[in-house]
């Protein structure tokens, strides 16, 4: 297994990917260059420019779009992994030597791309991702590192009582793009219902109330295409956040190439696309059912009868999708918190800590005026002379307003879980059944009548002669 860095065919400094313009840059020279002449570059159709790092000296040609084997051209190989010593004790994790300055880098056993400690150049690390770990999709990062801090920014901007350590410049500056793995799974879904369905309709005429009951038998059939139903596919903690900025846009999968991944953290997965085999076969069945049942209309009730859902033509793929993520570990209870960031739609997710002194100001600011209502209440204004139990009763109504203002904030800067398959386990929000037959045949309509109160009648009538209108 070997490392590599994409390496400028004008001065050799490392390329990295730029969402803003969809090309790769180099930090040193500012050139630019797409996809396709990134691969050109190997057949040398990118020449160096003149006063290029390495004095003219030939530079090697850069990366095809095929990851085998060997290292892709145009990038400088590292050294053979090494094990290191938690390696060896079981920890997972390898040593590599920087291609740039020779420093080393240490890698846990998922991390498929990262950066150099110590020059800060972007490192591949080649073998992570190829045979069954090589991806089939990738969306490459559409918001860059300035628009992240901005929405960062604006999201944090709204949660008052978060510690100042959360969103300090040192903090921000550990913003991190990252690439986490995501199973993606497609399916034909052939479903069918049989359901009864009842609509009412009420009116008055003179003292009798109406009552009209028609009943439908409602019958659907169809198929419904599940296109790219995205599962977390990384155990780590992280994973959650790689969960709570679904959905993505379909439209931005492209087949992967590895210089997507230049610039930017990537991980493999470690989870199985046989541990999510039950889980998501449900997640479609309960879609294909809610689809089934909301296209039945509009009925007073609807009494199900039959309904089939059955999976076929199921396939799993691989995709790697863009996050940005900023973590913090809390000095107060020493829990780890989170900041992710849909690095294509801008969707933003967290969890977030809460500062104790600005909570307890909070509890003060509520408490103190309650209390002073309170007991102003209860006494009539006679203050002078409260009795002790009305102090306690003042005192308990005042903390416990307040205290339910506080735990509502920490309730809500607590991440919310994605509830149900819409909130945000798919590409697309929506899977509609094309439908081969779609009939609703009345079977049966009943009318009946009530009395009307004498008194509800009398009502009725002196509104209609107020108003000169009938229903």
């Known amino acids: 297994m070997a490392a590599f860095t994409y390496k400028c065919p004008h001065c050799g400094g490392a390329m990295t990917f730029d969402p803003e313009g969809q090309t790769y840059r180099c930090p040193y020279c500012l050139s630019a260059l ?77 991390t498929a791309a990262t950066f150099c400690y110590y020059c800060h150049n972007p490192v591949l690390l080649q073998g992570r991702l190829e045979g069954s770990d090589r991806p089939d999709y990738v969306i490459p990062f559409q918001i860059g590192r300035e628009k992240a801090e901005e929405i960062f920014s604006q999201w944090i901007g709204r949660k008052r009582y978060a510690p100042s350590g959360f969103y300090s410049r040192q903090q921000i500056d550990h913003m991190a793009g990252v690439y986490f793995p995501y199973w993606l799974y497609c399916c034909q879904v052939d479903g069918e219902l049989e359901a009864e369905g009842t609509k009412l309709r009420v009116w008055d005429a003179g003292d009798r109330r109406y009552t009209e009951k028609k009943v439908y038998q409602v019958r659907r059939e169809g198929q419904m295409q599940v296109d790219h139903l995205a599962q977390n596919a990384l155990k780590k903690a992280n ?12 439209e931005g999968l492209l087949p992967f190439h590895m210089s997507y991944l230049s610039g930017f953290m990537a991980e493999k997965r470690d989870i199985e696309k046989q541990e999510l085999a039950a ?74 800590p809460v500062d104790r002194r600005k909570l307890l100001l909070l509890f003060l600011t509520v408490f103190f005026p309650l209390l002073a209502a309170v007991l102003l209440l209860i006494t009539g204004g006679a203050i002078l002379s409260i009795q002790w139990y009305q102090i306690l009763l003042a005192l308990g109504a005042g903390a416990g307003i307040a205290g339910s203002v506080c735990w509502g904030v920490i309730r809500q800067y607590d991440m919310e879980e994605p509830v149900g398959i819409r909130a945000g386990s798919m590409f697309q929000s929506d899977c509609p059944f094309t439908f081969r037959e779609q009939s609703d045949q009345l079977i049966h309509t009943a009318v009946t009548h009530t009395a009307i109160p004498q008194q509800q009648s009398l009502r009725q009538q002196g509104q209609r002669q107020g108003s000169g209108r009938y229903r």
């Open 34 to 110: 797409s996809l396709e002449e990134l691969e050109g570059a190997a057949s040398g159709s990118v020449s160096p420019s003149p006063g290029g790092a390495a004095s003219g000296d030939p530079v090697p040609p850069m990366g095809g779009a095929e990851m085998g084997s060997a290292v892709p051209p145009g990038s400088t190989e590292m050294e053979g992994a090494v094990p290191s010593a938690d390696s060896a004790e079981g920890q997972g994790l390898l040593a590599y030597t920087c291609p740039s300055c020779g420093a080393e880098i240490i890698a846990d056993e998922t």
């Open 239 to 250: 994973g959650q956040l790689a969960q709570g900025v679904l959905p993505f846009r379909p």
């Open 279 to 352: 889980q998501t076969e449900d997640q479609v069945r309960e879609l294909a059912a809610t689809a089934l049942r909301d296209s039945a209309g509009e009925y007073s009730s609807l009494t199900m009868h039959r309904q089939r859902t059955d999976i076929r033509d199921a396939k799993w793929e691989q995709g790697l999708l863009p996050v940005w993520t900023l973590t913090y570990r809390s000095p107060a209870d020493g829990q780890l918190y989170y900041f992710a960031l849909n690095g294509q739609t801008g969707k933003a997710c967290g969890k977030v």
